[in-house]
C-alpha cells in the first residue's frame, strides 16, 4: 500500500477473506499503535498527539471466506467508480512504475494491462556443452530462462468484471485467458526489482533486505 500511495493512490478496496477480522482489527488499532494518546480517565476521552501515520482512505469488504480472486473483485464491483482502477494480490513488492504503467494502460486503450516481471531463478544455473562434463559457465541468479511471467500488478477497466460469473472464478484463469483471446489483454514489462512473498525463504529474504536498508521496494 505504501508503493502505491508513494504514486498517489490512496483510496483503497481490501477483498477481505478467511480471518478477515485481523485485518480489521489492524486498522483499528493502527493509530494507537503509532502515536502517544492521553486517556481522560474522568471522561472517556482519548486524544492522540500524533498526527495520523497515513492519510489513506481503506475500506475493508468481506468478499467470503472461500471466494476465488476473480469472484472477489465482482463482489466489490459496487464500490468501484467508472475509471480504470488498480489491482494487485499484495503477494509481491517490487520498484514498479505505477504512474508509467497507468498511463502505459490508459494510451494502449485496451481492456486490462499485466506487469510481466523476469524474477530471478532460485537456484543457480550451469551451462554445459554436449557430453563434456566441464562447466562452461556458471550463474548463480540467473533470469528465469527469458520467460515473462506475471507480476501481479494490473490496470483494469470495470468493464472486464462483465467476465466473472460467480465467486468460484479465479481472475488468473478464465478472464485473463478470455481477455488474451480478445486482444484486450496488454503487458508492461517491467525490468527492475520485483520479488514474491509466497513462501518461508521469500520471507526470510525480504526481511533481511528490509533490516540491511537494501529493499529496493522501499520507493516512499
Known sequence: MKIYAAHGVKDFIVCCGYKGHLIKKFFEDLRMRGSSVTFDLATSEVTYLDPPCEDWRVTLADTGADTMTGGRLARVRHLLGNEP?????????????????????????????????????????????????????????PENGGTWISGGFFVLNPSVLGLIEGDEVMWERGPMDELAKQGELMAYRHRGFWHPMDTLRDKTVLNEMWASRSAEWKVW
Open 85 to 141: 482502477f488498480f489491482m494487485t494480490y499484495g503477494d509481491g513488492v517490487g520498484d514498479i512504475d505505477l504512474t508509467a504503467l497507468l498511463k502505459f494502460h490508459k494510451d494502449h486503450g485496451k481492456s486490462a494491462t499485466v506487469t510481466a516481471v523476469q524474477p530471478v531463478g532460485r537456484f543457480g544455473a550451469m551451462y554445459l556443452e554436449d557430453e563434456d562434463p566441464r562447466v562452461q559457465s556458471f550463474n548463480e541468479k
